[in-house]
């Protein structure tokens, strides 16, 4: 425990999908709200299928008094789509963007888009609006499930930082090693702009399982037998998870990192316990 730390942290959410994922949405921010976030962003459905939602996720949570950025991706979208997506946020006062390739979901077919890589996007988003927007963009601890190799899908990070992004969130992890093994491999390389941990929080055994074998995060031996041993008993679940994830915040925290980004798949009780946790209140 520690009572004098002051990092930045921010939340991410997704847009909801109905009424009742609208009222989770609001009671959430509401409830993190209280803890002062630098900002809050909400994801995208690549391929376009959030983008009305999205948008309408960033101006309920800049209602409630947040800086909210916009994640977008641009696989499957044209230079126009693109545009159209910046110009509206620009119009709304929007100043903070999450810059991402995405990934086509299954049954888009083949329109991989006009922009290759998230560089290509960063790269865009600048000659269009200069310097209106801060950009953050992924960064992979563990390395993007795809990349050939760790130091290819490093240069490919450098890239999306020579393009113009002004800061990085990982991928989640569990392996703090991983993390500061990246940052100093990305500081060798030249880069400057803080790479803020993903950080999410351990409430359901499966959908971890399911989360991390997509995006390649590493869920140690220790964590999954610990997990399966629990079954069904959720309060031990969660339990668990906030000392597992305040353990890893904690020495994220004292070794450097510049501060934490929960992704709070719009539940607010994980992220809060870890934030109790740590004395990090506001
Ligand atoms: P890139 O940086 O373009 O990298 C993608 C892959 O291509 C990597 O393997 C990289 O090594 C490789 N690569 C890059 N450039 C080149 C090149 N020139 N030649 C060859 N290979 C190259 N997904 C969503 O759909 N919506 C979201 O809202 C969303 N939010 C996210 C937020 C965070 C913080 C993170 C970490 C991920 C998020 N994702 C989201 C997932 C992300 O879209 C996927 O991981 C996607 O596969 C890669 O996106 P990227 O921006 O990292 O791509």
């Known amino acids: 425990m520690s009572d004098s730390i002051s990092p930045a942290f921010s939340l991410e959410f997704f847009p909801p999908r109905d009424l009742a994922g609208q009222e989770r949405l609001v009671r959430a921010a509401k409830q993190m709200l209280a803890i002062q976030p630098k900002y809050v962003s909400v994801t995208f459905g690549a391929g376009g299928s959030t983008r009305a939602g999205t948008a309408d ?8 008094g947040c800086e909210a950025a916009p994640h977008l991706s641009c696989v499957g979208a044209s230079r126009q789509d693109l545009r159209d997506i910046l110009q509206a946020y620009k119009n709304e006062g929007v100043r903070r963007v999450v810059a991402l390739r995405g990934d086509l979901p299954s049954g888009m077919g083949g329109d991989a888009g006009e922009l290759r890589y998230a560089n290509e996007l960063v790269s865009f988003i600048r000659e269009e609006t200069g310097d209106w927007f801060h950009i953050e963009v992924a960064a992979y601890p563990e390395m993007h499930p795809q990349a050939a190799h760790p130091s290819a899908d490093l240069d490919h990070f450098v890239n999306k930082v020579k393009a113009g992004a002004d800061a990085a969130i990982t991928q989640y992890f569990f392996n703090a090693d991983a993390y500061f093994d990246f940052v100093d491999r990305a500081q060798a390389k030249g880069v400057r702009v803080p790479i ?3 950080i999410m929080p351990i409430t359901n055994h499966t959908q971890l399982l399911r989360f991390s074998e997509m995006c390649g995060a590493e869920v140690p031996r220790w964590i999954r037998l610990r ?8 309060a031990s679940i969660r339990a668990f998870g906030v000392d597992v994830v305040t353990e890893l915040c904690q020495t994220l925290l004292d070794n450097g990192a510049p501060g934490l980004h929960f992704y709070t798949l719009n539940h607010a009780e994980a992220p809060l316990a870890v934030w109790k946790e740590l004395s990090l209140q506001a």
């Open 57 to 64: 996720a960033v101006r309920t949570l800049r209602n409630l």
């Open 196 to 198: 803020v941990p993903g």
């Open 227 to 234: 997990l399966a041993e629990f079954g069904d008993d959720k």
